[in-house]
């Protein structure tokens, strides 16, 4: 079951890209890891590359958009930005691939108890001066660390 809220479709209208976001629970407690699934689907009649790079564990080729329940859009705490590694991927017409991994709390700072939005993007495959394709948007809640026991 999946239990985040999965809202709307990508904005990019005729996209050669389709990118399908869950996070399988939508409550996280403070400070644990958010994990998540992304699904990447090719649209058009030829291969296209959906390549990814890595920088301090975090995927720079298929960013993370996360805003908190005022709009304010908290972004990842990066060093250097030195690529840690890359995979290199064609996707034929009509094929589809997916990875699960984590977001880390040590990579968000921002992300405080309340409730956010989250999104994931990419380069257009087909003509990168164009429109970033979006993902659909999920909410998640970050649930406040519980009480401390009185002494």
């Not at 809202?7 to 890891?33: C, E, F, R």
């Amino acid at each position: 079951m999946l239990a985040a809220q999965i809202g709307a479709a990508p904005t990019v209208t005729n996209a050669p890209l389709t990118i399908t976001l869950s996070i399988p629970k939508s409550d996280v407690p403070y400070g644990s890891q958010i994990g998540y699934h992304i699904k990447l689907i090719n649209r058009t009649d030829h291969p296209i590359d959906c390549g990814q790079d890595w920088s301090e564990n975090v995927d720079v080729s298929y960013p993370f958009d996360i805003t908190n329940t005022n709009g304010k859009e908290i972004l990842p705490q990066l060093g250097l930005m030195t690529f840690g590694h890359s995979r290199s991927l064609k996707l034929d017409p009509g094929a589809s691939t997916s990875w699960e991994s984590a977001l880390f709390p040590s990579e968000y700072p921002g992300l405080i108890p309340g409730e956010y939005r989250i999104r994931v993007s990419a380069q257009n495959p087909d003509n990168p001066r164009a429109e970033r394709i979006y993902s659909n948007t999920v909410t998640i809640r970050i649930e406040p660390p519980p009480a401390l026991a009185p002494n």
